[in-house]
């Protein structure tokens, strides 16, 4: 599916308020969409974007995807699902995990069955590093959510709708993630507080997010999780570069420990699925296992290679110096709005 596919198309984008929602939205209307849906719960953000967006081809659908009658109305006569609404933060999900389920396995349940119902084209499902091998709440649920949308996938012919996922590593500067944090106390004085110096994470820009999920749209077979490679950093690196395009020299770091359900490093592809993934460059296509429950009529032989494949994690990809982490924040609008504005501060 081309960029010129999107035109006169009617989208539904779940979770439309968020970050990702916000840019796939405006990437959709200068491809010139015919409609998208923004559908979140929160009526405050959606009348923000009305003032923001002002554009007519924007229309609000206030549910929740819990609610499977309230997204099945929003589905009718949609071509394409976006969805993204979900449960993100990992400490909060580990204090209140059935709120998770709720959400990121039901919800993602009823918009698929919704989106099946109504005839749609096609569904991305988002969802995160932290689904493999996950160790909190959130990744638990994120990768049960992959495991319903290939269960569906099952189900469905090349022409009836198509579902599959997109898997990517921490998104930089969207709502709640450490970035804006960072720079909020940098520019309040306040001390940077580092949960373990030598954590690593993956770095991916909102357009670039964007950008995988087209890939998937383009290229997705039923029941296929793309994975979008990228560079990775430490914690203190990251924080270093901050501290070093501010220009502060009186920063303080605090370094507070792991919290809940964190890991020191995160892992994008297990080795399990590389050995069966498809390298497509920039992207890892991982298929879904579409054997049925007749296990007698396979049989498995040993693999030479297996032993040799490793995880795809973020202590192993490319790993950016501090010089090269200015360079990827300085790439991003948010961050040179607000060293423009630091800068004016001084003057």
């Not at 091998?133 to 638990?140: C, E, K, R, S, V």
């Not at 996938?153 to 960072?182: E, H, K, L, W």
């Not at 396979?298 to 990809?317: A, L, V």
Request: glycine fraction near 6%; proline fraction near 2%.
């Amino acid at each position: 599916m081309s960029k010129s596919n999107f035109t006169d198309k009617v989208f539904l984008v779940t979770g439309g308020t968020g970050s990702f929602g916000k840019t796939v939205i405006r990437f959709l209307l200068a491809n010139k969409c015919k409609e998208v849906r923004v559908f979140s719960r929160d009526e405050t953000k959606q009348d923000q974007m009305r003032t923001d967006f002002d554009d007519d081809r924007l229309s609000y659908y206030i549910g929740d995807v819990r609610d499977y009658n309230g997204i099945e109305s929003a589905m009718k006569n949609v071509d394409y699902v976006f969805h993204a609404a979900a449960l993100k933060q990992v400490p909060s999900c580990e204090f209140f995990p059935m709120q998770a389920v709720m959400t990121n396995i039901i919800g993602s349940d009823n918009v698929i069955r919704a989106a099946i119902r109504n005839n749609v084209k096609r569904v991305v499902c988002l969802s995160t590093d932290k689904a493999v091998y996950p160790i909190n709440a959130m990744g638990m649920t994120k990768s049960m959510m992959e495991k319903v949308a290939q269960s569906y996938a099952r189900g469905q012919g090349n022409d009836d709708t198509v579902i599959c996922c997109v898997r990517y590593g921490n998104v930089m500067y969207s709502r709640g993630s450490v970035i804006p944090r960072f720079i909020e106390h940098i520019k309040s004085g306040k001390p940077l507080t580092i949960t373990e110096p030598t954590m690593t994470r993956f770095l991916m820009a909102l357009s670039e997010s964007v950008e995988l999920v087209e890939h998937a749209f383009n290229n997705a077979e039923q029941g296929d999780i793309f994975i979008k490679k990228a560079p990775a950093c430490t914690v203190a690196d990251l924080a270093q570069a901050l501290i070093n395009l501010f220009k502060v020299d009186d920063v303080e770091t605090r370094i507070i420990g792991f919290r809940h359900g964190e890991k020191l490093y995160e892992t994008l592809a297990s080795k399990e699925e590389l050995v069966s993934a498809e390298d497509m460059g920039a992207y890892y296509r991982v298929r879904m296992d579409s054997r049925d429950l007749n296990y007698e009529k396979y049989f498995s032989k040993g693999n030479k290679n297996e032993m040799s494949i490793n995880d795809y994690h973020s202590h192993n990809t490319k790993q950016l110096t501090v010089k090269q982490v200015e360079q990827v924040l300085l790439a991003l609008p948010e961050v040179r709005a607000e060293l423009d504005a630091w800068e004016q501060k001084k003057v």
